[in-house]
């Protein structure tokens, strides 16, 4: 087993690097960048998306086209020469002999771009460190900006995956014991519609009934906190956080919910026909003993198996309509922000994070089928 993890750490770092290689490389072909970002805001465009044009103007320069940028429209060229090199764009490059600081205006010394394969080299040796660098727009690190932005999607994600696997189990396995029966038939009613409702949908549903929309005013209408969150005792703050989580995590849970008790179910129902149940029954053993002694550790690797696709969903993919519903200030919201402002190390930096969180998480599920049935070898099955 341990050779097994090995190898599949070991694949950790290629495929990682392949995600890097794909986002960078497309990255090159989106429209706009940080520094027509800025431009865009100097000129009183509000949003650069209404500076892009189709092709470049005729008094573009090779480092104009290397870096993305399509023009300058009568800023000064040290101003942009600044920005590129503030950017990683381009690097300050001083004639042989000049012994000043090197620096732009200065008459021996010039910005050249930096070639994209370069760039990319660079930050990959960066990353490998774990500097993920500065964001462009908020004079802060990205490691800074996601350990800021971690908790809401912690609470989010793991509250979430606990609770459908808390009630998704049990209901799940009592379906498939009870299949056919009108118990089975309404919850599956219930459980289909559940599915049906997009996630933002239920989210304002929930704030429309709970949140002081039209009927009750049960739960806080966004935030994590109260704004007197300081001055509460330990009991008060647990209180608080459950009491502006709940929503949230309710909105968050439903689609999760819905699909891990339909495949528990069938699961179960596979396992409950198979010949060693039906002689484990004929030896008079009970059916707690048959399920949870027998049919459980088979039934159970299926949904094992879907658990890291459901943990990062939550935690990352389905947390960003939340956070903005809910006005939650989370790795959702920041990921959405950085790729609209074209903020590169932000964008790159929680892409390379979440891709080692995923790929690692990917083998913990691996462990876990061992866990569950200490059968399976997938030292033995990779030979």
């Not at 732009?104 to 394969?117: K, M, R, W």
């Not at 849970?253 to 484990?280: G, R």
């Amino acid at each position: 087993m341990g050779a097994y993890i090995l190898r599949r750490l070991l694949l950790v770092i290629p495929t990682l690097i392949g995600i890097m290689i794909v986002n960078f490389t497309l990255i090159q072909f989106v429209p706009g960048g940080p520094i027509e970002q800025i431009i865009a805001q100097l000129e009183g465009e509000g949003d650069v998306f209404e500076g892009i044009s189709g092709g470049g103007s005729e008094t573009d320069t090779s480092l104009e086209r290397e870096t993305g940028y399509i023009g300058a429209r009568g800023l000064p060229p040290d101003f942009l020469d600044e920005l590129r090199v503030q950017f990683k764009f381009a690097e300050i490059v001083c004639a042989e002999g000049y012994e000043g600081e090197p620096e732009i205006g200065a008459e021996e010394c010039q910005a050249v771009p930096i070639p994209g394969l370069e760039r990319f080299l660079r930050m990959m040796w960066d990353y490998i460190r774990f500097d993920f660098g500065e964001s462009h727009f908020r004079s802060v690190t990205v490691t800074g900006l996601v350990l800021e932005k971690m908790p809401v999607s912690i609470s989010l994600g793991l509250w979430s995956t606990l609770i459908a696997y808390m009630i998704s189990i049990p209901l799940g396995v009592r379906k498939a014991v009870r299949d056919g029966s009108p118990f089975d038939t309404w919850t599956s009613s219930m459980i289909i519609v559940g599915y049906a409702i997009p996630g933002f949908l239920f989210a304002i549903l929930l704030m429309v009934v709970f949140a002081g929309g039209s009927y009750f005013k049960i739960f806080p209408l966004r935030g994590l906190t109260s704004d007197n969150w300081d001055d509460l005792t330990m009991i008060g703050k647990v209180a608080d956080y459950f009491w502006h989580i709940t929503l949230p995590v309710l909105a968050s849970t439903i689609a999760s919910f819905a699909t891990l008790t339909l495949l528990t179910k069938n699961s179960f129902l596979d396992e409950i026909k198979k010949q060693y149940v039906i002689t484990a029954k004929a030896k008079g053993l009970s059916e707690a003993r048959v399920l949870y002694g027998h049919v459980f550790r088979n039934a159970m690797l299926i949904v094992i198996a879907g658990f890291p696709q459901v943990f990062i969903s939550v935690f990352f993919a389905g947390s960003l309509i939340i956070e903005t519903i809910f006005s939650l200030d989370g790795l959702g919201r920041l990921g959405f922000e950085a790729a609209v402002a074209r903020d590169y190390p932000v964008i790159f930096g929680t892409l390379f994070f979440f891709g080692i969180i995923g790929l690692v998480v990917g083998v913990l599920s691996d462990l876990m089928y061992v866990f569950v049935d200490p059968r399976i070898d997938f030292e033995t099955r990779a030979t």
